[in-house]
């Protein structure tokens, strides 16, 4: 009776969608020539236009790849360690800070070493000392290791400032293999700070976030103008845990996970570290004696995994942190003291990696008092520095030529961005709002495996401006799409359960690409079915009636922040889920024309690029439901195709958004439908987090689906349930399939 009922829901719900699709399509042809849309008004922000803007500096420099920038005391140059492609090869540059630069001068050629930090002696006019922090292989018993290095240089601090190779001396080392710090800054007290990284990649494996026999996960403090005997420095006598046993005495602050660039600010003293998080936050660290940061027993100031032991002080949460949606992969910054910005005179600036903010924040030495976003950038950010006249400089690492250094300036009073639309229908998108008809230029489209949305019904489109519209096809990963792309999903509900007629929309997400980044915005719809209104950026919640053959049930609905959306189309996710070949293989009812999706795309001439080898095979499956060769996700819902492949696609379009390598989901397991299941992780895995009180629990146990976590999980709602976001409702159809899929493995003895 169970299984019965869910059928018919599922159905119900099929039938729903190619009503509401049919009738969406209507303006589309599939039989004419792509449109070319011009009317797209999805341009710019909704937010009010940034005080502050960026400019090239060094316009006709070549400088691909910048990691670092840093100005030579006394002097008009300008030092970069710049990357080559595969980022492991490295050179230190100089040149001379004016706009007319074209060439860099090599200093330090490339080697085996990939350097991270320059730093200069705060005496470096007298004795021409410069120190580099960067990682190496060494060799030791016969065996090759990596270790984290910082050494000694000596530059003429006098014109024509000659740079001595052969002059490098080791300071320290110490043994890191994937988060390596690096960084180097001195203080107001004239002693060398350090950061090293938990020397791992990923969830710090082998647990140096709160060892403190150990130099990595820390920021150390060393005296270079004293060295010990036998020692190229000495250990400060007032750092805070010298003395106690099976601790580093060079230790001043410790639990860093991957510190990003460190600061001293040449007024107040204090010292900044940047420190890339894992799964869902990122984090600035306000630097005093003995802190204890936490990772990994915590991800910034949230839990990561408490079972771990935690170090013998208390943690210490960040000064600043930034989910993922905003920030992820956080860069350090300086403070300013310039002439051009009065207005961020003695402010931390910083930013992000990944996507190009900047942000500027104010301590008083016992908290934050100010913090603000700057700017939006395209920049993909590795440092900050100043030139001779120190004005801020920003790292681009970028290559082909557009890499290179940008200053901060004010935004010139008055100047804004395109207005924004504020509603379904300013954006220019539809040919009619009421009835969803959308302009002939949008292309419909379906998705093999739907992320579970409390089973709604769903509506999306492409929208490509643009003389020539293209699709940079993939055959295994996400699809790229040019900028200004919009793509468009529409949600809507069955107000009275089983009875498609009852259909109303409730939702429009826009997830467009501005500046090479993905944005989410989202619409609710009015009572009247005639527009739908831009949410505020800080998200609506709202709660519908459905009436059931029981009576009526209320139905919470969540319109997403700005940032939430985010979340899901994250970095690790590659931004765009269900524009993938695996999802989008298959047929697709373009109202009355059926036509495999990669068929008509093709067709249409959006995907250009395509090899013909892909072309021919794409043609010739032009009515097939499945392409052959071509990935294909499975659809969960349909009890005729493979259990395995239902099960896997679920977890791929409702859990491999996060539990994929770098993705949001600290469980480490590996979700991705393409995964072989016994690398996954997850099959007779004990549960590193709460095991939810069930027997002998597993993420997965074989032929026990009342011991598996993943399972409970699915089939919950409240503290734990998964997915996290975006659902109140128990998905119960795929909770039978996965129960089925379970006990449906076999079992180890």
Known sequence: MFQTRLAVLVWCSLVAAVAIAADSHKSFDPHAPLPRLTTSRVIGSP?????????????????????????????????????????????????????????????????????????????????????????????????????SVVSRFKVNPKPPYEFDVQSETVILEWPSDGHNGSAITFGLDGMMYITTGDGTSDSDTNLRGQDLSKLTAKVLRIDVDHPAPGKMYSVPADNPFVGQADVVPETWAYGLRNPWRMT????????????NGQDLWE???????????????????????????????????????????ESRSLTGGIVYYGK?????????????????????????????VWHQ???DTPFHITGFGTDSQGELLVCDHAG??????????????GEATQSFPRTLSESGLFQSVPGHVTQPSLVPYSVNSPLWSDGSIKARFIAIPGDTPKIDFSPSKAWGFPNDTVLVKSFGLELVEGDPASQRWIETRFLTKQQNEWVGYTYAWNDEQSDATLVAKEGLDREFSIKTADGSRKLPWHYPSRTECMVCHSRAAAFVLGLSTAQMNRIHDYGGTIENQLSLLERLGLFPGLGEDDRKRIREGSKAAAIEKF?????????????????RSYLQSNCAICHVEAGGGNAQMQLE???????????????????????????????????????HRVALRGRGQMPQLATSLVDKPAVQMLTEWIRSMEVKR
């Open 673 to 711: 439908f393409a995964t072989a299941i016994d690398k996954m992780k997850i099959i007779d895995e004990v549960p590193h987090h709460d095991k939810f009180g069930l027997p002998d629990a597993r993420l997965i146990a074989p032929g026990h689906p009342e011991r598996s976590v993943l399972l």
């Open 283 to 325: 984090q600035v660290y306000f630097v005093r004696k003995g802190d204890n940061y936490g990772w990994s027993v915590y991800e910034g100031s949230h839990p990561f995994y408490l079972a771990r032991k935690m170090g013998p002080t208390a943690h210490v949460k960040p000064a600043l942190e930034h989910h993922h949606s």
């Open 631 to 647: 990935e294909r996700l499975a659809n969960p819902y349909d009890p005729q195709q493979k259990l395995d492949s239902r099960a």
């Open 340 to 368: 051009d910005l009065p207005d961020l005179v003695g402010a931390y600036i910083y930013g992000d990696h990944s996507t190009g903010k900047i942000w500027g924040a104010r301590h008083n030495g016992q908290k934050v």
């Open 400 to 413: 082909n030529g557009d890499g290179g250094f940008h200053r901060l300036g004010k935004a010139p009073a």
């Open 373 to 375: 976003e700057l700017v």
């Open 264 to 275: 001293t600010d040449r007024q107040t003293g204090h010292i900044w570290v940047g420190n």
């Open 47 to 147: 937010e009010p236009p940034a005080h502050y803007r960026t400019e090239r500096r060094y316009p006709k420099l070549k400088a691909d790849y910048p990691v670092c920038v840093v100005h030579q005391p006394g002097s008009d140059r300008i030092w970069t360690i710049t990357q080559d492609k595969s980022y492991s090869v490295t050179s230190i540059r100089r040149f001379v800070d004016s706009a007319d630069s074209v060439d860099t001068e090599v200093l330090l050629p490339t080697d085996k070493r990939v350097a991270y930090d320059v730093c200069f002696h705060p005496e470096f006019l007298n004795n021409g000392y410069v120190y580099v922090g960067h990682n190496r292989p060494k060799s030791e018993a016969g065996k090759e290791e990596k270790f």
